[in-house]
């Protein structure tokens, strides 16, 4: 069974401070991952998309990935209210359909 | 900027009770998928659709759910008859090379 493991949180940090957001995955063949966040009651909405080793950052958002330690991470910084949700880290399955394996989401909270 | 579509986007029905929920993705996507969250929990995969062919549907409950995109476009997901455990959030995505998938705004069902 390929899982991808979050820490449910909630995760919470002061408003301009760094939020750093983890999830590891067990399928190795995996090649690519997305951040997802998703507001209370709403549809989950991509973020970013990393699919090499290192960092990819977009905005005050920065995707890393060690695919030898199976791990995934999302740093915010300049963390805003408005970034207050759940976020979501998936992995693409590496089997022939390529289905999107998802962890169980890390509720992020940003105090004014 | 091009959106999924789905409709209707809450739902509530007794059990025993027959569903259905529709879904048109983004112009020109291919690939389209139904996934089922669970408050609380990650989408979880139900069907997935290449053009009007199913890829997988390993996990849809075939006994009561049934699934179909008959022109490769919009795609229609019904469940009869409808169980309590089936109240969730439905979620229709697509992509277009199968690998960035975006999310329409859900079905949030409620079995009653």
């Known amino acids: 069974q390929k899982e991808v493991e979050q820490n449910s949180g909630p995760l919470s940090v002061p408003e301009g401070a760094i939020a750093s957001l983890n999830c590891t995955y067990s399928?190795?063949?995996?090649?690519?991952f997305f951040w997802y966040r998703q507001y209370s009651g709403k549809s989950p909405e991509l973020i970013m998309s990393?699919?090499?080793?290192g960092d990819k950052e977009d905005g005050r958002f920065t995707a890393q990935l060690n695919k030898a330690s199976q791990y995934v991470s999302l740093l915010i910084r300049d963390s805003q209210p408005s970034d207050s949700a759940t976020y979501l880290c998936?992995?693409?399955?590496?089997?022939?359909?390529?289905?999107?394996?998802f962890g169980q989401g890390t509720t992020l909270q940003v105090k004014p | 900027e091009a959106e999924v579509a789905q409709s209707p986007r809450y739902k509530i029905t007794e059990k025993s009770q027959a569903v259905a929920f529709w879904c048109d993705p983004i112009?020109?996507?291919?690939?389209l998928y139904w996934y089922r969250q669970i408050l609380g929990q990650g989408p979880e995969l139900l069907v997935q659709?290449?053009?009007?062919?199913?890829?997988?549907d390993s996990q849809l409950p075939k006994d009561r759910f049934s699934a179909e995109r008959l022109k490769g476009v919009d795609s229609t997901l019904k469940i009869q008859p409808a169980e309590l455990g089936d109240s969730a959030m439905y979620l229709c995505?697509?992509?277009?090379?199968?690998?960035?998938?975006?999310f329409g705004p859900g079905t949030r069902l409620t079995v009653t």
């Open positions: 998936a992995s693409r399955d590496s089997g022939n359909t390529g289905k999107l394996i």
């Open positions: 399928d190795r063949g995996s090649q690519s």
């Open positions: 990393i699919y090499s080793n």
């Open positions: 112009s020109g996507h291919a690939t």
């Open positions: 659709f290449q053009d009007e062919s199913v890829v997988d």
């Open positions: 995505a697509s992509s277009s090379q199968g690998y960035e998938q975006y």
